[in-house]
């Protein structure tokens, strides 16, 4: 029998005290629009032939779990165990302490953003920025945008519209997000000139690329692929006077950009935002959240009368950053004055600089509890060598010693299903899968109880 009547009315189910408890906790609206959907599910299910007895007893609990379900925030925050620090699908760099707190203070209170304090006339919100830049950077002037791909965009836009941009075969890169030279350069109306082969690109092909009509000699960090063996490429040393012989702006994207020397933190060296302004590039691009440790920005420093010439373009409006952002900046610009303590204060250099060996004594730690949090789930857990990547297109092919635990259980299916779990819990776990396991790399985990804490909901 097709018994609808099992069902409650909506009146009826608003004014029962389970209704009155989802009402005050979830709100009328909320409790209304879930219960018609459930309704309608239950109402056609009866019409297929289901027990509308059942069905009516069992709308209360999903009633209640879709709306709890709804109210978690799909941005909650995730423990980062991939062994990547910069990861871009968690969000990159995490911020300093002294730059959440500027952020905070920005968003709760107005502040001198545009505003000259001395004389009380209009400032420039760029210019609390600025003056670090310059000075951190070596360079002539600063301004800043939305992030890397942005600052790209503008300073081609600004210095090759509808002129030509020479840039090397192997440098015409995808970023992944859909971020691909050659497109970004033809939204900036720039005419692309390719020189070179893919592996070897040499100062003649450069030389030879050149017309009256060429805007920019554009440079690109590979980012996050590496050419390997017979390979050539011109440093931008050697592009400077090739550029300036032309007339034309040398521009280079250094993509991930550091403003201090990795090497003092165990990792490869790479030449660093000042040196590559000293070696004679005219403008400089680089992100705010990759290596720098920052929030999301674009940083475009290099010669002044460029630097103006950018600011004057309209799409600067378009891509400006907003006060939270530039507090944070700001914030994480002035560790950088005192690099002794930049590794303390400055948690993606925090995390990169770990030595293994205390990564080791932790895995070690935890792995016992651990395992006990697993056991009843049918899973091992075990102390184990990894290695860690910087992430963000950052020397992609470099690893960092690193340790973490070793997740497994039956079945070849086990670590999906492990890490499945995992990334369901109320604080999501998220490892990477390798060899047959679940590994959780701990070089990003500072709080051991963060760990148990959540896997004590599974
Ligand atoms: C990452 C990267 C970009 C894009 O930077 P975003 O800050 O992510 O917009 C551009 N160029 C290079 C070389 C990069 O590595």
Known sequence: MQDFRALPSVDQFLQGQAGQALVARHGRAAVIAGLRARLDAARQAIHEGADGAALAQGIKAALAEDLARSATSGLRPV??????????????ALLAEAAIKAARAAMANPLALEFDLDGGGRGQRDDHLRGLLRELTGAEDATIVNNNAAAVLIALNTLAEGREAVVSRGELIEIGGAFRMPDIMARAGAKLVEVGTTNRTHPRDYQSAITPETGVILKVHPSNYRIEGFTAEVPASALAPIAQAAGAALVNDLGSGSLVDLSAYGLRREPTVAEAVAEGADIVTFSGDKLLGGPQAGFIVGRRELIAQINRNPLKRALRLDKIRIAALEATLRLYRDPDRLAERLPTLRDLARP?????????????????????????????????????????????PSAGLRLTGKGGDA?????????????????????????????????????????AAL
């Open 79 to 92: 423990l980062n165990l991939t062994g990547t620090v910069l990861h871009t699908n968690l969000g990159r």
């Open 356 to 400: 293994q060996a205390q990564i080791a004594a932790q895995a070690a730690g935890l792995a016992p509890q651990v395992a006990a949090a697993l056991a009843p789930l049918g899973f091992h857990a075990a102390p184990c060598d990894c290695a860690s990547q910087i992430g963000s297109g950052a020397l992609p092919t470099d690893t960092i």
């Open 415 to 455: 670590p999906d299903r492990l890490s499945a779990r995992l990334r369901a819990l109320p604080v999501p776990v998220i490892g990477h899968i390798r060899d047959g396991a679940l590994v959780l790399d701990l070089r990003c985990l500072h709080d051991d109880a963060a760990l148990l804490d959540a896997l």
